[in-house]
T-cell receptor, first 110, second 112 residues
């Protein structure tokens, strides 16, 4: 049972480039989340999804987009990367119970 | 809007001490509360999950309690060890869309 898998683990982007952070879970959870974690700031919710085809904004959605075409996958898209998006990104899944997290993607925008 | 607070931000204790980490939340209408551990540069590891109908959960040297009416949870660590040094985060699952809201965490250092 792989749980929540995120790829890539590390990435360096140039300002203005775009990329997609991948997240997949094999627990058949309906709820999935994307967070970013900055030093001393805790985890902030970017987007979340309550099921396939349904997504909603969290606290800090600007500069990001998501899609949820299947229960398993919840990719996060960064368009026109900015230095402010340098962070560690975590994906999680749950269903009104224990939340499980991926190992994170460390993104640096230069 | 649900807000989760963890105070203090950092804590240093000598090895062997029993300690309590606090977590408070503003909206008591939660599904559950979860405590996580995060080591530097790593992901989040779930420690304990307390459902809204439960008062406490135990795992080894860890005991977590939940008082929904007062909006508080505590994580009790018995006989602390240097290997317990990490950041401890609490999160509540609440709302019609089951949003998971985190506190900023408490960074614990256990001195040998």
């Amino acid at each position: 049972n792989a749980g929540v898998t995120q790829t890539p683990k590390f990435r360096i982007l140039k300002i203005g480039q775009s990329m997609t952070l991948q997240c997949t879970q094999d627990m058949n959870h309906n709820y999935m989340y994307w967070y970013r974690q900055d030093p001393g700031m805790g985890l902030k919710l970017i987007y979340y999804s309550v099921g396939a085809g349904i997504t909603d904004k969290g606290e800090v959605p600007n500069g990001y987009n998501v899609s949820r075409s299947t229960t398993e996958d919840f990719p996060l898209r960064l368009e026109l990367a900015a230095p402010s998006q340098t962070s560690v990104y975590f994906c999680a899944s749950s269903y009104k119970a224990e939340a499980f997290f991926g190992q994170g993607t460390r993104l640096t925008v230069v | 809007k649900q807000e989760v607070t963890q105070i203090p931000a950092a804590l240093s204790v000598p090895e062997g001490e029993n300690l309590v980490l606090n977590c408070s939340f503003t909206d008591s209408a939660i599904y559950n509360l979860q405590w996580f551990r995060q080591d530097p540069g790593k992901g989040l590891t779930s420690l304990l999950l307390i459902q809204s109908s439960q008062r406490e959960q135990t795992s080894g040297r860890l005991n977590a309690s939940l008082d929904k009416s007062s909006g508080r949870s505590t994580l009790y660590i018995a006989a602390s060890q240097p290997g317990d040094s990490a950041t401890y985060l609490c999160a509540v699952l609440a709302g019609a869309n089951s949003k998971l809201t985190f506190g900023k965490g408490i960074t614990l250092s256990v001195r040998p």
